[in-house]
């Protein structure tokens, strides 16, 4: 079973649902309103916590184990991750990573932005 996490900065001005904003950026499409997110420095952050990532064939990918893995997706707007079995501690941890860079979890399964600043 997976889990998505999904992170992006937006203005508190952008109309579009996160529900919208999600579907357009896992197209590959880029977002009005939305930050250019430091997203090199973003991941450095993962690799730090989630030594042994592996890119191969284009695929960014972390294998922990008992500890489950995630594929991991960017672009210049947001960073997505697909985990599979991975504990609520491990996933927490990604969470944190994010609001280093005021990127807020967007929650695809419960259809929930959890952003103070922006209105849902």
Known sequence: MSYD???????????????????ELLEGR???GLETIQTAEFTKLIHQR???IV??????????????MFELYTSHQHVHLVCRQMSGDDMNTLIEIASAFDCPLYDPQVDTRFDSHVAP
């Open 5 to 23: 996490l999904t992170f992006w900065m937006q203005k508190s001005t952008v109309p579009q649902a996160p529900s919208h904003i999600y579907g």
């Open 30 to 32: 880029a977002v009005e």
């Open 50 to 52: 989630f030594p042994g």
């Open 55 to 68: 890119t191969d064939g284009g695929l960014t990918y972390w294998e922990g184990g008992e500890r489950g």
